[in-house]
């Protein structure tokens, strides 16, 4: 007796050929919706950068060299963030994104990541709040397509994720703000 998987065919196909790195994608999927959950600046940043740590791991594993070395330099760049709001250190972080990642881009898609760490980069270094949340959902917009067209199962179910869980973060933000201690 066999299991019809039907229309889910193809993902279990693609979860076949790389178990290891698909399965590490969906575990960083949960950390990454635990970060996106936080109101919490600090917080959020601690998890995303676990959550971009999976990642990188997932997209290497993937061989998607240009996504590892985005999602690698945005863990160490949404650590620094945490420290620093130095547009100096935002733009040491962008010169690696892009000197290490477009010589190796070889076609459009592998343009994706760098649009998105880019606009990451601002964000965690010179936004806060609901703002610093826009520029994560613009920059998850470019990683959820980069996903979808690598063929990334837990990369694009993450970022999908990402997109409703950090509206429905915005929302919350601005229907019920933090008090701030006196």
Request: charged fraction near 10%.
């Amino acid at each position: 007796m066999s299991l019809d998987l039907g229309g889910l065919m193809p993902l279990w196909t693609l979860f076949q050929q790389q178990p290891l790195a698909q399965g590490i994608g969906l575990a960083a999927m949960l950390v990454g919706i635990s970060a996106f959950r936080q109101r919490d600046d600090g917080r959020f940043r601690l998890r995303l950068c676990l959550y971009q740590a999976a990642i990188a791991l997932h997209f290497f594993l993937m061989g998607a060299g240009t996504a590892a070395l985005s999602a690698g330099l945005s863990c160490i760049r949404t650590t620094a963030s945490g420290y620093t709001r130095s547009p100096w250190v935002m733009l040491l972080f962008l010169l690696l994104v892009w000197g290490l990642g477009i010589p190796g881009i070889t076609n459009a898609v592998q343009w994706l990541p760098i649009i998105g760490t880019t606009i990451g980069t601002w964000g965690l270094f010179r936004a806060q709040g609901i703002t610093l949340r826009l520029s994560m959902l613009a920059g998850g917009l470019c990683w959820t397509s980069h996903n979808i067209l690598i063929g990334s199962i837990g990369g694009s179910l993450i970022e999908l994720s990402f997109l409703f869980i950090n509206c429905h973060t915005m929302y919350r933000m601005w229907r019920q703000p933090q008090s701030s201690p006196a």
